[in-house]
Each structure stands twice: as C-alpha cells, then as structure tokens.
T-cell receptor, first 113, second 114 residues
Framework: KNQVEQSPQSLIILEGKNCTLQ??????????LRWYKQDTGRGPVSLTI?????NTKSNGRYTATLDADTKQSSLHITASQLSDSASYIC????????????FGAGTTVTVRA | EAQVTQNPRYLITVTGKKLTVTCSQN?????MSWYRQDPGLGLRQIYY???????DKGDVPEGYKVSRKEKRNFPLILESPSPNQTSLYFCASRGRTSLYNEQFFGPGTRLTVL
C-alpha cells in the first residue's frame, strides 16, 4: 500500500476560483513533506517544503498546511490561473534514510477560462 | 543555468534492443536518482547514487542498470527492454544531505517498447 495517498485524483476549476488538494500519509515521523508541481511533459518542480514541526508554508498563491496529528497535508491554490493547470504531487522524505522518498500519485488540476 | 538534462526525450524501440538514457547535471550534486512514472502509480525510484562509484537499488530496479563513473553523469541502461518498461523516466539530482536540499528533476524521457 502506498504510504502517500492523494485526493482527488483530478479536478476542474474555473479561473479565479480557489481549490484545495489533499495528501494523507502513513509515514511518521518524517524528515520533510514537499508539494511539487508538474507541468505536462516536464519534470516536477518544488513548490513548498515543511518539516515535521511546521504546520503552514506559503509560496505566492500556493499555501500548504500540515496536521501531524491526523497525518494530513493540504495544498490550497488561491485565485487560480490557467498556468496552474498541472499535476500536484505530495512527497514525503522518509526518516533515517538520506535518499528515500515516498511519492503520492498526484492530483491533476485543470483550470478553465 | 543550473539544470538536469536527459537524452533522448522520446524513444521508441523494440523488445530486446539495448538502450541507454543519459542524464547529466551541472550543479556538482552528490546524489542522483532515476525514477519511472506510470499513470496512477506516481514516481517510483529505480536506482540512486550517493556519489561516484556508489549506487544502490531503489524500489523497482529489475531490468535496469546504472553507472556513476563521473559526478555529473548517471546513465540508465536497459539491457533487454520489454514492453512493461514503457514509461516516463525522470532523472533527478540533489546536493549533500540537508533537510531542505531540493531535488531537481530533468525534463523526462518518454520510452515506448514495442
């Protein structure tokens, strides 16, 4: 079973609207949790990173939150733009291993005019 | 410009014909890794390297080989490709261990094995 589950699998929103993506993980504790944005046909690019003790991090219109008690993270996109159309991937870096990452399957966001 | 490059970007081949996908980074990173990405499964690690001549298996290493003879290069080798290796492949690199060191991904190589 994957250690990182994301929902929804995909969503469509109108330009200017907000949306929230969910990430549930079973790895605990962990070193850090990142959200990546992956444009179609390109490699993932880091949006935010949070350590186990942090509970929110922003990057422009992207805000990530972390609830260590419920083992959930969310990525909130404010005032969506057409360029936000992409796949968003939640990634947890496992503890005690420098190079072990657990990837969610991603949420595909489509922003329509 | 700091980047990870992969070649080729697209490749169609036939079962059993050996191929190599190259990966190069110009950031002097110690860590490099190969992933494959399949629909609904997310990114899965194939192999990783912690430095020159140091490599280890990831989660799905079967059917793949790697080498790290130079710090900047980390080629992925498929000795005898099979159709189940049809996938989107990403190379990534990262600096020495640090809580916040970001992993940089290449642009991807889409491989089709007929």
């Amino acid at each position: 079973k994957n250690q990182v589950e994301q929902s929804p699998q995909s969503l469509i929103i109108l330009e200017g609207k907000n949306c929230t993506l969910q990430c549930n993980y079973t790895v605990s504790p962990f070193s850090n949790l990142r959200w990546y944005k992956q444009d179609t046909g390109r490699g993932p690019v880091s949006l935010t990173i949070m350590t186990f003790s942090e509970n929110t991090k922003s990057n422009g219109r992207y805000t990530a939150t972390l609830d260590a008690d419920t083992k959930q993270s969310s990525l909130h996109i404010t005032a969506s733009q057409l360029s936000d159309s992409a796949s968003y991937i939640c990634v947890v870096r496992l503890p005690f291993n420098d190079y072990k990452l657990s990837f969610g399957a991603g949420t595909t966001v489509t922003v329509r005019a | 410009e700091a980047q990870v490059t992969q070649n080729p970007r697209y490749l169609i081949t036939v079962t059993g014909k050996k191929l190599t996908v190259t990966c190069s980074q110009n950031m002097n990173h110690e860590y490099m890794s190969w992933y494959r990405q399949d629909p609904g499964l997310g990114l899965r690690q194939i192999y990783y390297s912690m430095n020159v001549e140091v490599t280890d298996k990831g989660d799905v290493p079967e059917g793949y080989k790697v080498s790290r003879k130079e710090k900047r290069n980390f080629p992925l080798i498929l000795e005898s490709p099979s159709p189940n290796q049809t996938s989107l492949y990403f190379c990534a690199s990262r600096g020495r261990t640090s809580l916040y060191n970001e992993q940089f991904f290449g642009p991807g190589t889409r491989l089709t094995v007929l």
